[in-house]
């Protein structure tokens, strides 16, 4: 590795193979090449990465953003950046959302048009002072015999009565005091403080909370010509946040590099960020908004707006199975509209009951009508009027009119109606969704703009289907595996009954499922993590070993103390209780909160398990993603299924896999308990193939029953048993 890219690196040698991947990435940084790198956990890709754009960017006058979707990886980029920053000084800046760091609790909107009131304001006051100087100085000189100084004087008067009369206005107008102080006051020994380290969003909140001040505004004004932002996914994946991020880091898009964390979950996330969607309680206050107004265009926009609004509760109404309606929570419902030879049931239902002038110039009508209110409510809210900031739900409902009518027949989008229950009213209301199935129509439009992404995962493979996903063309892939030491760990494959959805209430495959289960955690000397397809298998194996009162049917766990997550529990105290154990089984889903993202270092955890093959439901949606994927890639066989099921769940079970052996010290054993994962002829319902090959070559096929004697010699050979080790 080049001297050069050492510069960055702050500690004294890097671990196996993190030398050779930052030689790697910094050539393909220097090529303008995107990377995608996969590298087991607990192997240093953070740096691996960071190091080399960190020296190409600051060679090349660019700025690098890293990004991650996991709460805990952002403290570790800050660790790291910190880190970086003792050794060599760099302008870093750690950013999130207006939401978590607003000191007055308002959201976007409203923030944005306080700060353009305030701002305004304080130009006014600022000219005012500026003018009466002027007055003053000219009055002094009329009375000195300048005759031209009155006349100057008089108009000067005009201009200072009129920045009055402005000033004026807007007293008791909605401003913020915090922002005000931004403006008037300097702010040099903030950014002295600021850029003296590395600091948390929660410490700036702090500092600009205790000087009266908006941290989240000095931060926006502050991040041109830094070396390193750290940000949240939304801030890339949003175009709309996009756009304004690079305003404020004063970069063009060709002058930042990305570098995405836990990049596998990339292709989810752009799914949620491309996706829109509008209630049919908005469509209500739409009407009500237009409800006699006096506008030529309020009729036909009240007039399509309704007619949308109709069909969407006609179109659910109608989609209800026999008793569906009653099952219905205040959780979204999805009710299936999409159809294979027509245009879904929703506009089927809204084309059909339509009558006015033309769908799409009344669109247009009640796009231009809600442009106009919302304009009259950031007047109001200016003016202090009004005490929030109010959006148009004319605007709103039309926009998504729009985009619906255009968009809903494309490859990739999928309709969707969804109902929820008002807790307040009991009340049933829908929703119209527009479901972005292929993710690429956002991602491409970044990584093709920017100068060069590194995308990093432990789990990115296979490198063809996530560039095609994500829409990179040709990147350079590199890929690294666990390079500590073999003989301190185990991963076995063991043989239990294929855990099919339909096979999960026999009760041979429960019992066979109970009793490695109970294996695992007696013979493992500490902690065993057990990770499920769902909370509620979760719950049914916590309940054999015997969760909830006795072993059920002879299972016997041991001593452990078990513990359950579930999706209502405080996972990170959970967590805490877990790690502070010293022999405890922990029983959660694979699809929940600690599969990926959470160390479980040393002792924390000794064993960890994946129990059967932890497809996701398949729903209405995951089927159009699959759909979708089946069209856009028609040349590939069963590429639906591989590119929406099976390999994100595969993804995810690596993941599990990985909480454990974070370090060359470290030992355990890792354990996938299926049939399908084993070399059994299990035909097209096999797994094994899916996993790169060397993950593949280290699993060790086993007899369930025989299972435990495995773990017990591990462990023996270890030396890890605290006293006689449990006898089988």
């Not at 010290?665 to 996938?672: N, S, T, W």
Request: proline share 4%; charged share 30%.
């Amino acid at each position: 590795m080049a001297e050069t890219t050492r510069r960055f690196f702050p500690y004294d040698s890097p671990y196996p193979n993190q030398g050779e991947a930052m030689t790697r990435i910094a050539a393909a940084l220097d090529d303008g090449d995107d990377v995608l790198f996969e590298g087991a956990p607990g192997t240093g890709k953070t740096l691996s990465a960071l190091v080399p754009a960190l020296e190409h960017a600051r060679e090349e006058d660019r700025t690098v953003v890293i990004t991650t979707n996991v709460h805990q990886q952002m403290r570790q980029f800050v660790e790291e950046a910190r880190a970086i920053n003792d050794k060599e000084d760099i302008r870093a800046v750690v950013f999130k959302g207006k939401s978590s760091m607003c000191h007055i609790g308002v959201d976007y909107q409203e923030c944005q048009t306080l700060r353009d009131t305030t701002r305004e304001l304080v130009e006014d006051e600022a000219e005012k002072r500026e003018l009466e100087q002027q007055q003053r100085e000219l009055l002094d000189a009329s009375r000195e015999g300048d005759a031209s100084a009155a006349q100057r004087r008089e108009a000067i008067m005009e201009e200072l009565e009129e920045v009055e009369d402005r000033i004026e206005d807007v007293e008791g107008a909605n401003v913020c005091e915090h922002y005000r102080n931004n403006l008037l006051g300097d702010n040099d020994e903030f950014y002295q403080w600021l850029y003296d380290g590395v600091r948390t969003p929660e410490e700036i909140y702090e500092y600009a909370d205790r000087e009266n001040l908006c941290g989240y505004e000095l931060l926006k004004e502050g991040m041109e010509a830094v070396d390193l932002v750290v940000c949240n996914y939304h801030h890339l994946l949003d175009p709309n946040i996009r756009e304004q991020f690079f305003r404020w880091l004063d970069r063009e898009p060709e002058r930042v590099v990305t570098v995405f964390d836990e990049a596998h979950n990339i292709e989810s996330a752009a799914r949620d960020h491309a996706s829109r969607s509008l209630t049919e309680n908005t469509l209500d206050s739409a009407i009500d908004e237009l409800d006699g107004r006096e506008d030529s265009r309020a009729d036909p926009a009240a007039n399509v707006i309704r007619a949308f609004r109709d069909a969407l509760a006609g179109t659910y109404e109608d989609g209800f199975a026999y008793g569906e309606r009653e099952q219905v929570d205040e959780h979204w419902h999805d009710v299936a509209i999409a159809n294979d030879d027509a245009r879904d049931d929703l506009t089927l239902s809204f084309l059909r009951n339509y009558e006015g002038q033309g769908i799409d110039t009344e669109i247009e009508l009640a796009v231009q009508l809600g442009e106009t209110i919302d304009e009259e409510y950031e007047e109001a809210y200016k003016e202090g009027d009004a005490t929030s900031r109010a959006e148009s739900s004319t605007l709103a409902a039309a926009r998504f009119l729009g985009t619906w009518m255009e968009e809903n027949a494309e490859l990739g989008q999928y309709p969707v109606v969804s109902v929820r229950r008002d807790g307040g009213t009991d009340e049933i209301y829908g929703r119209a969704e527009l479901y972005t199935c292929i993710p690429r129509r956002v991602t491409k439009t970044l990584f093709d703009e920017v100068y060069a992404s590194v995308l990093m995962s432990a789990t990115l493979r296979p490198f063809d289907v996530a560039a095609d996903v994500l829409g990179i063309e040709d990147p350079v892939t590199m890929a690294y595996g666990l390079e500590y030491p073999e003989d301190r760990r185990r991963t076995y494959a063991a043989g239990t009954p294929a855990l099919f959805a339909s096979d999960r209430g026999d009760p041979e495959v429960q019992e066979s499922v109970s009793n490695l289960v109970s294996d695992l955690v007696e013979f493992t000397p500490g902690n065993t993590l057990l990770f499920f397809p769902s909370y509620a298998e979760a719950e049914r194996y916590y309940e054999r070993l015997g969760g909830t009162g006795a072993p059920v049917g002879g299972v016997d766990p041991g001593e452990a103390t078990l513990m359950l997550d579930s999706s209502d529990v405080d996972t990170e105290d959970l967590r805490e209780r877990f790690v502070g154990s010293e022999s405890a089984a922990l029983f959660t889903s694979l699809w929940g909160t600690l599969a990926e993202g959470v160390s479980f270092d040393g002792d924390d955890a000794r064993t960890v398990a994946v129990v059967g093959v932890p497809y996701p439901h398949i729903d209405d949606r995951l089927e159009a993603v699959q759909d979708a994927y089946d069209r856009a890639y028609d040349h590939q066989k069963d590429a639906g299924w591989r590119y929406a099921v099976e390999i994100p769940t595969i993804r995810k079970t690596r993941q599990a896999l990985g909480r454990v052996i974070r370090s060359p010290d470290d030992f355990g054993v890792r354990v996938l308990a299926d049939k399908r994962y084993t070399r059994a002829d299990m035909g097209r319902y096999s797994v094994r193939d899916t996993f790169p090959e060397e993950e593949r070559d280290e699993l060790i096929d086993m007899n369930p029953e025989k299972l435990k004697f495995g773990i017990l010699n591990f462990y023996g050979d270890m030396d890890a048993y605290d006293g006689p080790p449990p006898r089988p």
